[in-house]
């Protein structure tokens, strides 16, 4: 798990302690974690306006000036959890949008953390593929941020199509595609090369789990997404000699130690495995 989910759970914690607390949307996007915050009496909200307890917290995915400012008129308090990749993330868009770019960010448009990075924004787009460059209109700047949980590789593709479509403009990249989404990336490379088969736990709307499938699936023909280890399959291993075990940023240690536990108990059936050490390796940061 990521620091900033991890503080983003730590802090939600402390203020449960303190009185009732609502978070706005999902802290993180893994079910088992979400359903053990609600056992300690923290509610989860879509929008401000069905917030019921006198304080609301904003998850590590961020949000707009907009918004808190709409939440605090509201009379609510306003607990920020915002990662701080993810502010750093809002001071280059902030910068771009201030320097007269029109802002297009590459990520997924519905995420929150894109909503939240667009949302004092009154003109920009949202890219995630090379193709969708041929949507965008012509502008004399474009400044390109991602979400970021986006794969570097894919980011500089799009800006890439960008200035071949617009041989014209000034495009400049910020590249805010996070540390330890891009530790995550390539150790998971790294893994998916030397597998025949690939593991990887995380929740099915975690949009870095996502990513990180798609990533080992170009490496590794035979990639399975799991939530927890009662996902997992034998049959997945027939044949395998090495199996890789990775997992997205909020994905809790323990749920992934239940999955390695699983694989490492299920090893001897597989008819090729080492007994000695089954799983091969592990991207965890
Ligand atoms: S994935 Fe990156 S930006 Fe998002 S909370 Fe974790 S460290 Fe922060």
Redesign the pocket.
């Known amino acids: 798990m990521?620091?900033?989910?991890r503080d983003a759970i730590a802090l939600a914690l402390e203020h449960a302690d303190a009185g009732p607390v609502t978070v706005l949307g999902d802290l993180v996007h893994n079910p088992t974690v979400l359903s053990a915050l609600e056992a300690k009496g923290i509610a989860a909200a879509q929008d401000v306006a069905h917030v019921t307890t006198p304080t609301l917290m904003v998850t590590?995915h961020g949000t707009s000036e907009r918004t808190l400012a709409r939440t605090r008129a509201l009379g609510l308090a306003v607990v920020e959890a915002t990662?701080p990749?993810?502010r750093v993330a809002h001071r280059a868009v902030a910068a771009l949008a201030r320097d007269g770019y029109h802002v297009v960010i590459v990520g997924q448009r519905d995420h929150v953390e894109v909503r939240g990075l667009t949302g004092d924004l009154d003109r920009f787009d949202v890219i995630l593929e090379d193709n969708d460059v041929l949507a965008l209109e012509e502008h004399p700047r474009f400044g390109v941020a991602a979400q970021?949980?986006q794969p570097l590789e894919r980011v500089r593709r799009v800006v890439d199509s960008i200035r071949r479509r617009f041989p014209r403009s000034d495009v400049r990249f910020m590249d805010t595609v996070?540390k330890?989404?891009k530790d995550r990336q390539s150790a998971a490379v790294e893994m998916a090369r030397q597998a025949d088969v690939v593991i990887v736990v995380g929740g099915r709307s975690s949009n870095?789990t996502r990513e990180l499938v798609k990533t080992c699936a170009r490496y590794c023909a035979r990639v399975h997404h799991v939530e927890t280890d009662k996902d997992v399959r034998p049959q997945w291993f027939d044949g395998a000699d090495v199996v890789g075990l990775t997992a997205g940023?909020s994905t809790p240690d323990d749920i992934i130690d239940c999955v390695e536990a699983r694989l490492r108990a299920d090893a001897s059936t597989f008819p090729n495995a080492s007994a000695d050490e089954p799983v091969e390796a592990d991207a965890r940061r």
């Open positions: 990521c620091f900033g989910v590590a990662c990749l993810v970021t949980t996070c330890p989404t870095n940023t």
